[in-house]
């Protein structure tokens, strides 16, 4: 069974940056797709950004393109988000995801297989 330790979240400024880390348990981490969703206080969880296990597919949601940066390490079993430009919207508890290996990255919820316990951001303004 895959587990996905999150850290690095916070209480930040507005305009602050922040790098989250998430590491992955199984062997399989270099063939599996990987992403970050956020869930706001009494708000669904939503898609933030995803990436490929090559890193070869990037994907965002529109808000967040251009601020953040989501990337791999495939020697250390981790995924990263590099959060800039915060803004007190991005408020929420970031998640890390991991869906079944050899399968695309995708916006979906439904189709990751694995979670972590998620971290905290907080952006004051």
């Known amino acids: 069974q895959v587990q996905l330790v999150e850290s690095g979240g916070g209480l930040v400024q507005a305009g602050d940056s922040l790098r989250l880390s998430c590491v992955h348990s199984?062997?399989?981490?270099?063939?599996?797709?990987m992403a970050w969703f956020r869930q706001a206080p009494g708000k669904e969880r939503k898609f933030v950004a995803a990436i490929s296990r090559r890193s070869d597919g990037l994907h965002y949601v529109e808000s967040v393109k251009d601020r953040f940066t989501i990337s791999r390490d495939n020697a250390k079993n981790t995924v990263y988000l590099q959060m800039n430009s915060l803004r007190p919207e991005d408020t929420a508890v970031y998640y890390c995801a991991s869906r079944a290996p050899n399968l695309v990255p995708t916006a979906r919820a439904p189709d990751y297989t694995s979670w972590g316990q998620g971290t905290q951001v907080t952006v004051s303004s």
């Open positions: 199984a062997r399989t981490f270099n063939s599996t797709a």
